[in-house]
């Protein structure tokens, strides 16, 4: 007799799976106060070691900045060396025609930004407004040639006398002789000689001397916001009249802002 083959089944247990949702534990004050401050002391190490923003108060660069243009500077780039993280960031000196802000040697506080002409132990000096460097007249595409183009001073430094010029700083009047040698002006060492792009219009190192290495803050990177700024606006420093170019920014955000100059590159 055949036998008849018995299929056992082996009965599974099906376990009903609870879906529970899990709170999010909610921030404690302490936790979000920590945070913050973290946020801030980063912001500020960035602002005051890394990147600071400047705004352009006047015309002695046009056109490679105009007034009303802000911009990010770098602080790193020319500070001084340190030895722990200096592997590390993109440390070097200040180059020729590097665009550099610094503390103005003639007036304490003001910050200026000017284009370096002249390193240590370059020789300087213009005729007929072209600038020699070295015994090369340079080629300068970046310069606007368009007002005091007779004034002979401005143009045929450091061959002609300031003593009738009032811009010229009475300290820089009485030091420029013991740096020229020829027909030139030599930059000394931790010292550089700068000028403004808009040739016409800048007082620079022609006016007050060289830049104490020491000055220098940094390098403007990029413009990362511009807006249409009166010539004299940099002068008016009264609440009211800053309250007033305030309300213009309110009102003509849109219209005054140079959005075509928005993240161009210093250069």
């Not at 243009?69 to 770098?74: A, K, L, P, Y």
């Not at 590390?88 to 003639?106: K, Q, T």
């Not at 600038?131 to 143009?155: I, S, W």
């Amino acid at each position: 007799m055949a036998k008849k083959q018995l299929s056992v089944e082996n009965p599974v247990a099906v376990e009903k799976k609870e879906t529970t949702s899990e709170e999010k534990p909610k921030e404690t004050t302490v936790e979000f106060l920590s945070s913050l401050a973290a946020v801030l002391v980063t912001g500020l190490f960035i602002i005051t070691f890394v990147v600071q923003a400047f705004e352009i108060p006047s015309s002695s660069m046009e056109n490679t900045l105009l007034i009303g243009d802000h911009v990010f500077v770098n602080r790193i780039q020319f500070a001084p060396r340190s030895s722990w993280v200096g592997p590390l960031l993109p440390y070097r000196e200040v180059r020729f025609r590097d665009i550099v802000v610094f503390l103005s040697p003639a007036e304490p506080g003001l910050y200026v930004v000017k284009r370096v002409i002249g390193v240590p132990g370059d020789r300087i000096h213009l005729r007929n407004g072209v600038v020699y460097r070295n015994g090369v007249a340079l080629d300068e595409p970046y310069v606007l040639h368009d007002r005091d183009t007779l004034d002979p001073y401005r143009n045929n430094f450091p061959a002609v006398p300031p003593t009738d010029d009032p811009n010229v700083n009475p300290n820089w009047m009485v030091d420029l002789q013991s740096y020229i040698q020829g027909d030139d002006i030599v930059v000394p060492p931790d010292h550089y000689f700068a000028m403004g792009d808009h040739r016409g219009v800048s007082l620079d190192s022609r006016y007050w001397g060289f830049i104490p290495k020491g000055n220098v803050i940094g390098r403007p990177m990029f413009i990362y916001w511009s807006f249409e700024t009166p010539d004299d606006q940099y002068r008016k420093t009264e609440w009211g009249d800053r309250i007033l170019f305030l309300g213009k920014v309110v009102l003509h955000f849109f219209d005054e802002t140079r959005w075509r100059r928005t993240f161009q590159f210093v250069r």
